[in-house]
């Protein structure tokens, strides 16, 4: 670990500033580890001497949902999903950049619990990018993993991300990235993205280990970059006048990883070295947007058990699922989307928790692209239990989102 430090504290101090140019009047931090894709540019605020800037967005979710889940009684929640403040621009000179996201609804704080953090920070990083190539990053904030993951839960298309998104991901961390892209409006496209980090996610201040996460992961764009970086959000608002295809695929390396999900989940008895394969393609073109992934984590001897107490134990959720995801939108900004999911877990875990299938449509209008839109879905879940038995639940929902 020191030595990628040292690795990378001496590549930054080789590039020299004064052989770049870079462009401030449109100083858009255009990489896939920001907080979330935004169609506006917000409040900003910049010195009258340009060494300064400084700009601020928020968005929120409120929703009401329907559910009936079998065995259970009929229910219904209300509540604001997310409520999101997010700060970025520069300091001293427009190479370095910083980024800043804050949370503060229950469902993306958390319940506070004795010996944890409150999650309010979501993000806090520094940016180096010294050409439109390369973007280095240090700090908190979102792996280069699956699109999904990637995309801003206000850039979706349904609701909520699918249950291969929830139980498979890998989300947030604190570390290094670096980026080289290489993005063309016509031609041949593909971007390499790497991080190194701690593997533990997102405000963890328990005791510290000997264990790193290794993540990288390759895009490819065979008919150049998609319009109004439309990699970054879900559906084609733009309408690509000729087909646009993404082609990627991550591999992340968690090693010696104290939470069950690795970055996510409760802390597991015993550390385990978790794999976790991510691939995902989406084609769009004219209004219609076809999404596909694939993703899988894997580890040897899932099932972490408590020294002290052998009847007590806790597990790697190890297995795979894939993700069918097929819209349209119409001229009017009316869109419909359906969503096919299937989960498939390890053998070593099948006892312990269910196989799943969903099934997603839902009807958004937007009324100012995703930063300001009116979304319906009805989702119906499928889970087969290790005994032959079977279950389902579903629920109805309708979500505002808003933001700047």
Known sequence: MKKLISFFLLFLSSVSLSQIKLETKNNDLKLEAL?????GKGLGITSPDSLFQLNIRFRMQNRVTYFENEGEDAAYSGEIRRLRLRFDGYVGNPHFLYVIQLSFAPGDVGEIQ???????????AVFYRPNKHWSFLFGQTKLPGNRQRINSSGALQLTDRSINNARFTIDRDFGFQAYYLNENKDKF?????TAVSTGEGRNFTKSSDDGVALTGKLELMPFGSFKNDGTNFEGDLGREKSPKLLLSGAFHQNNLAKRAQGQLGNDLFEQKTMKSVLLDAMLKYNGWSLMSSYMSRSAKDPIAFNPEDITEFNYVPVGSGMDYQLSYVFPTNYEIIGRFSTQKMHEDIQALTPDSKQYSLGVTKYLWEHAFKLQGEVTLSDLDYFDGSNKQNWYVRLQLEIGI
């Open 114 to 124: 004795d010996g944890e953090n409150i999650n309010i920070i979501r993000d806090a």
């Open 189 to 193: 496209s593909y971007n390499v993205k």
């Open 35 to 39: 907080p979330y894709y935004s169609y």
